[in-house]
């Protein structure tokens, strides 16, 4: 089973279907998860003595875990898993972003996201000031790069 207590799952099957919940509980051997608010059943309990009066009961019932889908805490979107090793730990990967899925990896990945999101932007403010200071200079830079290295240079990450 790809699906742990603690995870976000939509249902992408059944009566609960478009439903997204907190993974309360799972039985990998019966396939089933227990989610938050979701499918829930009134039971009717009858009275045993004085103290309990029994009545209507809800309660989550547990669910096939192939009618949910992890969501990924990263992206937010439904996805597939895939399986990966990280030193020496067996992580699931989230297929649309690649982000790992246990929470102990979830809090580096995102740290790294934030990381490379900060060095991209940077780049391109200086990317931007570089542009508007000196437009022809930078032109006749990338041409001279071009005639010397066919290969692109990295003129786009100075200004760290
Ligand atoms: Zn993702």
Request: charged share 35%; aromatic share 0%.
């Amino acid at each position: 089973m790809n699906i742990k207590k603690g995870d976000n799952v939509l249902v992408i099957a059944g009566k609960e279907k478009g439903k997204v919940g907190k993974v309360l509980q799972t039985s990998p051997k019966t396939g089933k998860v227990t989610v938050e608010s979701i499918n829930m059943v009134t039971k009717h309990k009858k009275p045993k003595s004085q103290q309990d009066k029994g009545g209507i009961i809800k309660k989550v019932a547990p669910m096939e875990a192939s009618n949910v889908m992890v969501v990924c805490p990263n992206c937010g979107k439904a996805t597939r898993i895939s399986h990966k090793e990280v030193d020496g730990k067996k992580v699931r990967i989230c297929k649309k972003c690649g982000a790992s899925l246990d929470k102990e990896h979830v809090k580096t990945v995102k740290k790294e996201a934030k990381k490379a999101e900060k060095a991209e932007k940077t780049a391109k403010k200086a990317e931007n000031t570089q542009k508007t200071d000196a437009k022809v200079e930078t032109k006749a830079t990338e041409e001279k790069a071009v005639k010397t290295a066919p290969k692109k240079s990295k003129t786009t990450s100075q200004g760290k």
